[in-house]
């Protein structure tokens, strides 16, 4: 499905959330879409390592929260990993690195910013959890859109 978020957001109104977080695309797909995967980081990226590296995406799409710390928790392994498992996309509350490469790979990646030192290996992560940030609730199963425009949520698929 072609879409444009500032379509959506005329078509569907108040029934879509709008992030107020400005995030930057970094990954081969500009425009992307997909039900929402959640997950909660402490810098340590290995749960998102493992899910992007071992299960199907199935054309969802992971949402990190990482409280914007200044590490990077996505590099392009774990954008080979989404590109080759059918995951659509990735947004990041946090940063990102290897982006040379990340723009190469045929999946989305949408982040605060670019920051070259790796996530500390501190704490196991959360899945499943309602995230909140850029002024919303992310829900796992809701559908996210995103593309140069910025980023949406809703409870439902739209179109």
């Known amino acids: 499905m072609r879409f444009a978020t500032a379509d959506l957001c005329d078509e569907y109104g108040e029934e879509v959330r709008v992030l107020e977080t400005g995030l930057n695309s970094y990954g081969g797909v500009d425009s992307f879409y997909g039900e929402i995967v959640t997950m909660k980081l402490n810098e340590d990226n290995r749960g998102l390592v493992a899910m992007l590296r071992d299960e199907e995406g199935k054309g969802r799409v992971a949402v990190v929260d ?94």
């Open 66 to 159: 990482v409280d914007a710390k200044f590490c990077a928790v996505v590099g392009d392994n774990l954008m080979g990993f989404a590109a080759k498992n059918g995951w659509a996309g990735i947004v990041i509350n946090g940063y990102v690195r290897d982006t040379q490469i990340t723009k190469t790979i045929a999946s989305g990646l949408f982040a605060l910013g670019t920051c070259p030192r790796r996530s500390a290996k501190q704490a196991k992560s959360q899945r499943g959890i309602t995230l909140n940030f850029g002024g919303i609730s992310l829900r796992e199963g809701e559908w996210i859109y995103a593309d140069e425009d910025g980023v949406l949520v809703s409870p439902k698929k739209l179109k």
